[in-house]
């Protein structure tokens, strides 16, 4: 059983940069696919991000690539998901998750573990 805690949410200006934490206990979050979440209100969950089990690879969706960075950091047993130059359309609750795929998987159906969410609010 993986238990997942995200954090580092918050209130930012459009253009701003927000790092969210995620990290896992109970089991070695590396053994793991890692993706990253976000369900704004009103909207179905979307996916973002996703780095592979035991590996650096990685896979964005088309609306966050090149804004957001998906990595690993080992020793803390967490995954970080770096945003930059944030738009008010970022607002939503962001969600990271774990899965014994060894591929990308971008359905949250794939997904075995779930965190409790942040909310990342960008004003205009």
């Known amino acids: 059983q993986v238990q997942l805690e995200e954090s580092g949410g918050g209130l930012v200006q459009t253009g701003d940069s927000l790092t969210l934490s995620c990290v896992a206990s109970?089991?070695?979050?590396?053994?793991?696919?890692v993706g990253w979440f976000r369900r704004a209100p009103g909207r179905s969950r979307e996916f973002l991000a996703h780095?592979?089990?035991?590996?650096?690879?990685?896979d964005y969706a088309t609306s966050v690539e090149g804004r957001f960075t998906i990595r690993r950091a080992n020793a803390e047993n967490a995954v970080y998901l770096q945003m930059n130059r944030l738009k008010p359309e970022d607002t939503a609750v962001y969600y990271c998750?774990?899965?014994?795929?060894?591929?990308?998987?971008?359905?949250?159906?794939?997904?075995?573990?779930w965190g409790q969410g942040t909310q990342v609010t960008v004003s205009s």
């Open positions: 998750a774990a899965t014994t795929i060894h591929v990308p998987v971008r359905s949250d159906g794939d997904y075995n573990y």
């Open positions: 109970g089991r070695t979050l590396a053994n793991y696919g």
């Open positions: 780095i592979v089990k035991n590996s650096d690879n990685t």
